[in-house]
């Protein structure tokens, strides 16, 4: 059975439950799905709209979630509007068919609810599945509460379908934390939905037999390259689309999404980079701290592919000591993925800050207004003397 949701004002639902609603908005025309904790609730509740007919959708229950992106990929290829949910090791048995969807160009949106890899066998949030998939040529949203994850998808359609992308697009949320916590949230009428994303027009089908298209045919060398230029200049015209897209939703709707968030960082000395759920946990450190008459503030990532490595530099240009928070390790004994991203980002800086890398929260460990404010400390302790303990540790231990 369907959840009752009336589209006006505010209304209390778990992350879970406003990114299924998102989708009977859109009503895709597939969604091959593989329920797997913590992403389970979403096609769950989805799979109630579809039962209630009041969507359109044809919703393909796979057997595994290779199969469920693989029959998105087939949806797809046919000219079918296409979404999926999935998690932690659902995600990376899809690692195959995450390429081939990228690499054909197709504009599926699959909502990703970050949970940890194993193992050890663990079901709680980190964000290993996403960034083990940050190379596969998927544009990467992050969302720090349920409002943003719910507006995300609206986006997220725009964008992958857009004609100067035509790539699949991954929007993010914290497991358990954004996807099981309720949130008062704003609701988009239906009408105003549909006019937002439009009617999908695919720019190929398999099934266009006066202009049949190929897909997936054998490329040799002479030619490899060239597909995946063309796919990474794709890539690079996605950064202007999201600020395109976030600026059109925010006119519409009055609330405005960009590549990244800033808080209390025009006058910072030092900053904390850090994404999703735990940006609010560090929202109220630097208020506690600004309390005191430290200069800190927070820089949240929204984009994460394509990497706004330019607008990360001048954002970061001002402040002395730079922290990114990771809630992976990339085992490569010097930094998370986020780190190296933006310490690459800041190194043509002629004044560079320095950057430290901190690894955190993994599998779900708690991250407390604490642990960010001992992280500004060292932070403002570099920023004075200019020296670094260590460039790479683990925190929250």
Not at 101 to 124: D, K, M, Q
Not at 181 to 205: H, K, Q, Y
Not at 275 to 295: I, M, P, W, Y
Request: hydrophobic fraction near 45%; proline fraction near 4%.
């Amino acid at each position: 059975m369907a959840l009752n949701i009336t589209a006006k004002g505010q209304t209390g639902l778990t992350g879970n439950s406003a990114v299924a609603y998102a989708m009977k908005q859109v009503n895709p025309d597939v969604c091959a799905a593989y329920p797997i904790t913590p992403s389970t609730q979403i096609v769950e509740d989805f799979s109630g709209y579809v039962a209630d007919g009041v969507v359109e959708t044809e919703l393909i229950t796979a057997e595994s979630e290779h199969s469920a992106m693989s029959a998105c990929i087939g949806a797809a290829a046919a000219g079918a509007r296409v979404m999926t949910a999935t998690s932690s090791q659902g995600l990376a048995l899809m690692w195959e068919m995450l390429y081939i969807a990228s690499g054909l160009r197709l504009p599926i949106v699959i909502t990703n609810v970050n949970r940890a890899l194993s193992a050890p066998i663990n079901i709680h949030c980190d964000h290993s599945d996403s960034m083990g998939a940050r190379d596969s040529g998927w544009i990467q949203l992050y969302s720090e509460t349920v409002q943003e994850a719910y507006d995300n998808i609206f986006q997220a359609i725009r964008i992958a379908e857009n004609k100067d992308v035509l790539l699949p697009a991954m929007v993010c949320f914290d497991g358990f934390i954004t996807s099981h916590g309720i949130e008062n949230i704003t609701l988009i009428d239906d009408a105003d939905v549909r006019d937002f994303i439009g009617e999908f027009r695919p720019e190929r089908s398999l099934l266009d037999i006066e202009n049949a298209p190929t897909f997936g045919a054998l490329s040799l060398p002479d030619s490899y390259i060239i597909f995946k230029k063309q796919q990474s200049e794709a890539m690079t015209r996605a950064k202007d689309v999201v600020i395109e897209v976030g600026r059109e939703f925010g006119k519409r709707f009055g609330r405005d999404y960009g590549l990244f968030e800033t808080y209390r960082l025009d006058d910072a000395e030092v900053a904390i980079v850090i994404l999703n759920s735990a940006a609010g946990t560090t929202k109220v450190a630097v208020d506690e701290l600004r309390k005191q008459g430290k200069k800190v503030g927070l820089l949240r990532p929204r984009l994460f592919r394509p990497f706004p490595f330019a607008e990360f530099a001048d954002a970061l240009k001002s402040v002395k000591a730079v922290a990114c928070l990771d809630r992976v390790d990339s085992m490569s004994s010097f930094g998370g993925p986020l780190f190296t991203e933006v310490r690459s980002a800041l190194y043509e800086l002629e004044k560079r800050p320095k950057v430290i890398s901190r690894i955190y929260g993994l599998g779900g460990r708690d991250y407390k207004v604490k642990d960010a404010a001992e992280v500004f400390d060292e932070l403002l302790s570099v920023a004075s003397t200019g020296k670094t303990e260590a460039v790479m540790k683990y925190i929250t231990l």
